[in-house]
């Protein structure tokens, strides 16, 4: 795929290095070596060096490429451990610090917030809560950002088609300032992958074409978002087909930039994006591609729990270009 070209050529031969807290499972093994060979990530796998090895020789991987560190072998823990006690700000002690980075996403993420590593990829075999969680108590979100979101990348037809949905993943119900949050920073996830942003918030109204609590929030959220990246292409609150079709633009939208050509399709609440997602994924034919996490300090992604290698692979790939965002 011809986004995944463009990926790979950004951070081809930039020795990123990505954590794999999940180290001994097959597929986590099988993309990190392919990762490597193709000089695309310096791989860093977590757990028994001597777990990992079994694992990877029985698939025929070699490992004495691979970085290797395990968590109850570690000569930096004691580091570790005083850093995060400072980082949790009296809301973990020593002895609970020596218990919590036992985990291997709460040690995976400690070695990003470190700069051991740039970034992290789990989720294999983890929950979405349990690979967030560490990120969000120690990565955290970057300032002027209140919360993470979930965006999802849509391809179709080898790249004809790419448009970023957003939050789909995260969000319940974001008020106005979080849903400009999320905009801006699905703008900045919009050109990673090439797409010119132009930024059309979502509501069942098109500039004041009905009247509820939740239009007026898209409207709020809309001006906040303007004033957080003048430098962007925004508006809102738009209807789905006057952000999409360029003749339904015409009629409800005449005088906006984003009607009718939008890329970044933000959405009002999560029930509506994860539902928008599905149906372009399922009746458009759609490639859907994430969720790739926004507005974190540095990247940490999540992978489903079918995830295949290819999938390990892909999002790997993903959270190393992230890596170079601003």
């Known amino acids: 795929m011809e986004l995944f070209d463009s990926l790979r050529f950004k951070i081809v031969r930039r020795s990123i290095k990505i954590v794999f807290p999940e180290a001994t499972d097959a597929r986590i093994l099988g993309a990190a070596a392919r990762l490597k060979a193709e000089e695309l990530v310096e791989p860093i796998l977590i757990g028994s060096e ?17 970085t290797i560190i395990d968590p109850n072998r570690y000569d930096k823990w004691d580091e570790m451990v005083e850093a995060f006690v400072e980082r949790r700000n009296g809301k973990a002690s020593k002895e609970q610090a020596e218990s919590i980075l036992k985990d291997v996403n709460y040690f ?8 051991i590593a740039d970034g992290m990829v789990s989720g294999a075999i983890h929950s979405t809560g349990d690979t967030v969680r560490p990120a969000l108590q120690i990565i955290k979100t970057k300032p002027g950002v209140s919360r993470t979101s979930g965006a999802m990348i849509m391809v179709r037809g080898r790249d004809q088609e790419k448009y970023v949905f957003s939050d789909c993943a995260i ?42 609590p939740e239009v007026d929030k898209v409207v709020e959220a809309t001006k906040i978002a303007k004033k957080l990246a003048p430098q962007y292409v925004i508006d809102g609150e738009l209807q789905f087909d006057a952000s999409y079709v360029p003749s339904v633009a015409q009629l409800k939208a005449p005088d906006s930039d984003v009607a009718g050509q939008a890329t970044v399709f933000v ?11 599905k149906i372009a994924q399922r009746f ?8 790739i996490l926004q507005g974190l300090n540095k990247p940490v992604s999540d992978l489903s729990r079918g995830a ?5 692979y892909k999002l790997a790939i993903i959270t190393a270009a992230q890596t170079l965002l601003d």
């Open 284 to 291: 458009g034919n759609f490639e859907a591609i994430g969720p």
């Open 171 to 212: 969000n319940v119900n974001p008020n106005a300032q979080e849903l400009a949050e999320i905009a801006v920073e699905s703008a900045k996830t919009a050109e990673l992958f090439d797409i010119d942003p132009k930024v059309a918030l979502m509501s069942f109204s098109t500039k004041g074409s009905a009247k509820a």
């Open 108 to 115: 995976g993420t400690m070695l990003t917030y470190m700069g």
């Open 308 to 312: 295949n290698e290819e999938d390990v």
């Open 267 to 277: 959405f009002p609440e999560l029930q509506s994006g994860n539902i928008g997602y």
């Open 50 to 66: 001597e777990e990992i090895t079994a694992a990877a020789h029985a698939r025929g991987i070699k490992t004495s490429s691979f």
